[in-house]
């Protein structure tokens, strides 16, 4: 099984499947194209996501789109627990991976995942600032009633923790008022071993992406 991904430092829906996998320690092979190259457009064309990262690889099989590969990575591995036990839990995390998949194009516009750079004093838009709120309640809530076995959102991680990593890693480029629980909550997911090994492979990047570097002074965070 191969998982075929863009840019460490930019793409965010590649790293959703790719921190399931990861974090799981999975036996699925890793493959990393750079957006726009040349490599990504030939690598990808003949296949049946439009050309679009990140896309898993299953013999015949091709599944494309983060929430569709989580799915599918959690029947193929099931011991892995991508969704809670319960079945009001999983209808739950369910619901708040939907919700990430489909809303906060305020947060996305205005804050586009940019591991490297810290934006000191970045104004932060209206409709930015209402999804970071929702955002936050949706965390309270289920650190709240299915967080009591451990510092994830259901206790244990699941997809619905890799379906919010890039949120996380959005919120250390810029300052950005957090209540306490969404504040653990951050740094429970900063100081996990998958995603210091997603910045490690950030860090090797240099190049640029004109559509997510913000107008704005920046300092690198390494």
């Given at each position: 099984?191969?998982?075929?991904?863009?840019?460490?430092?930019?793409?965010s829906?590649?790293?959703?499947?790719?921190?399931?996998?990861?974090?799981?320690?999975?036996?699925?092979?890793?493959?990393?194209?750079?957006?726009?190259?040349?490599?990504?457009?030939?690598?990808?064309?003949?296949?049946?996501?439009?050309?679009?990262v990140?896309?898993?690889?299953?013999?015949?099989?091709?599944?494309?789109?983060?929430?569709?590969?989580?799915?599918?990575?959690?029947?193929?591995?099931?011991?892995a627990?991508?969704?809670?036990?319960?079945?009001?839990?999983?209808?739950?995390?369910?619901?708040?991976?939907?919700?990430?998949?489909?809303?906060?194009?305020?947060?996305?516009?205005?804050?586009?995942?940019?591991?490297?750079?810290f934006?000191?004093?970045?104004?932060?838009?209206?409709?930015?600032?209402?999804?970071?709120?929702?955002?936050?309640?949706?965390?309270?809530?289920?650190?709240?009633?299915?967080?009591?076995?451990?510092?994830?959102?259901?206790?244990?991680?699941?997809?619905?923790?890799?379906?919010?990593?890039?949120?996380?890693?959005?919120?250390?480029?810029?300052?950005?008022?957090?209540?306490?629980?969404?504040?653990?909550?951050?740094?429970?997911?900063n100081?996990?071993?998958?995603v210091?090994?997603?910045?490690?492979?950030?860090?090797?990047?240099?190049?640029?992406?004109?559509?997510?570097?913000?107008?704005?002074?920046?300092?690198?965070?390494?």
């Amino acid at each position: 099984m191969k998982l075929i991904i863009g840019d460490y430092n930019y793409s965010s829906w590649s790293m959703r499947p790719w921190m399931f996998v990861r974090h799981n320690k999975l036996d699925v092979h890793i493959e990393r194209l750079m957006f726009e190259s040349d490599e990504l457009k030939q690598r990808m064309k003949g296949g049946f996501s439009n050309g679009k990262v990140p896309v898993l690889i299953d013999g015949d099989l091709e599944v494309w789109d983060s929430i569709a590969i989580l799915e599918y990575l959690n029947e193929k591995y099931p011991h892995a627990g991508g969704l809670p036990i319960s079945a009001e839990a999983r209808a739950l995390a369910r619901s708040i991976c939907a919700e990430m998949h489909s809303s906060f194009q305020g947060l996305r516009n205005d804050i586009p995942m940019n591991c490297r750079r810290f934006f000191p004093g970045y104004v932060i838009g209206e409709q930015a600032k209402k999804d970071i709120n929702r955002i936050q309640q949706l965390w309270c809530y289920c650190r709240k009633n299915y967080g009591q076995s451990g510092p994830w959102l259901f206790g244990e991680f699941t997809i619905a923790d890799a379906m919010y990593a890039p949120v996380v890693m959005r919120f250390r480029s810029v300052d950005v008022e957090l209540n306490d629980v969404s504040q653990a909550y951050c740094e429970t997911m900063n100081q996990c071993d998958a995603v210091a090994e997603w910045l490690d492979h950030a860090r090797l990047e240099d190049h640029l992406f004109d559509e997510d570097e913000l107008d704005w002074p920046s300092r690198l965070l390494w």
